[in-house]
Nanobody, 127 residues
Framework: QVQLLQSGGGLVQAGGSLTLSCETT????????MGWFRESPGKEREFVAG????????DYSDSAKGRFTVSRDNVKKTLALQMNTLKPDDTAVYYC????????????????????WGQGTQVTVSS
């Protein structure tokens, strides 16, 4: 199990940018794919972005594509989500997650493989 601690988030105007961060002390961080999800009131938690254990492969939801960038630093054991051109519809609680089901999994895994979660951080985009 990978324990994750998030930081970042907050209030931003539409069109602005925010960066979310996720860190861990787990030595296994570099072995597993990581991802970002979000949850807004009345909606199910949805996938935002994923990145393979090496960082070579990434995947984005249609809403995130072209605006958000996921990255990781396996030496510092950190995961980041750079969010640009934010919209009010991006308002949600964002969660980082680890897909620690299979070490060195090739690519970005299916959404249901993410099982270890950060505590969540609120992102609010005002119009």
């Amino acid at each position: 199990q990978v324990q994750l601690l998030q930081s970042g988030g907050g209030l931003v105007q539409a069109g602005g940018s925010l960066t979310l961060s996720c860190e861990t002390t787990s030595r296994m961080f570099s072995m597993y794919p990581m991802g970002w999800f979000r949850e807004s009131p009345g909606k199910e938690r949805e996938f935002v972005a994923g990145i393979s254990w090496s960082g070579a492969d990434t995947d984005y939801s249609d809403s995130a594509k072209g605006r958000f960038t996921v990255s990781r630093d396996n030496v510092k054991k950190t995961l980041a989500l750079q969010m640009n051109t934010l919209k009010p519809d991006d308002t949600a609680v964002y969660y980082c997650a680890s897909a620690s089901f299979s070490p060195f999994y090739r690519g970005v895994p299916p959404r249901d493989k993410y099982a270890d979660w950060g505590q969540g951080t609120q992102v609010t985009v005002s119009s």
